[in-house]
T-cell receptor, first 112, second 112 residues
């Protein structure tokens, strides 16, 4: 799987939007962009995924650059509960197991 | 629904002891995975299974064995525990390989 690059840490104020960037310059045409987050002392939790078009769900939005070499996870109104490590993961369609390859992620701190 | 349940939640072992970690899922998922997470790092895949009776090696399989005798259960065994296996172990499952994975809350294992 191609690699991703994320900032080690970011801070946000409560109730403000948060934009978490991810660079993936070696992404292939069939790689999906997945985001997971890990709250303290919990297992990772699926957030959102997309291929080419921007995606929205109840948790977040995913904005994908036109050349697909970068993407941004958007939390529209950060809450204290959103403080977590956010992982950007590329997931191809090759291989039957399609396991997740985690990097070190971005530690998001939400300030009250 | 319980989702993915891991037992035990905590365990302390002495070097050379053996033990089995249990992962159970009630979502009728085909694919199951065992990951380990060391402090400050992302998760790394140990072993996985694409269906009942099947297992395969992941990125860091040495020192571990697995079994998937029943579809809902995936067992991770440590044959002879070593301090390097001190970690948090996460189990995950998914219906199909390309779909989001559901994680348990982890087993915190310390080996003295």
């Amino acid at each position: 799987d191609a690699k991703t690059t994320q900032p080690n840490s970011m801070e946000s104020n409560e109730e403000e939007p948060v934009h978490l960037p991810c660079n993936h310059s070696t992404i292939s045409g069939t790689d999906y962009i997945h985001w997971y987050r890990q709250l303290p002392s919990q297992g990772p939790e699926y957030v959102i995924h997309g291929l080419t078009s921007n995606v929205n769900n109840r948790m977040a939005s995913l904005a994908i650059a036109e050349d697909r070499k970068s993407s941004t996870l958007i939390l529209h109104r950060a809450t204290l509960r959103d403080a977590a490590v956010y992982y950007c993961i590329l997931r191809g369609y090759s291989g039957s197991a399609r396991q997740l390859t985690f990097g070190s992620g971005t530690q998001l701190t939400v300030l009250p | 629904n319980a989702g993915v349940t891991q037992t035990p939640k905590f365990r302390v072992l002495k070097t050379g002891q053996s033990m089995t970690l249990l992962c159970a899922q009630d979502m009728n998922h085909e694919y199951m995975y065992w990951y380990r997470q060391d402090p400050g790092m992302g998760l790394r895949l140990i072993h996985y299974s694409v269906g009942e009776g099947t297992t395969a090696k992941g990125e860091v399989p040495d020192g571990y064995n697995v079994s998937r005798l029943k579809k809902q259960n995936f067992l991770l065994g440590l044959e002879s525990a070593a301090p390097s296996q001190t970690s948090v172990y996460f189990c995950a499952s998914t219906r199909q390989g390309y779909q989001p994975q559901h994680f348990g809350d982890g087993t915190r294992l310390s080996i003295l």
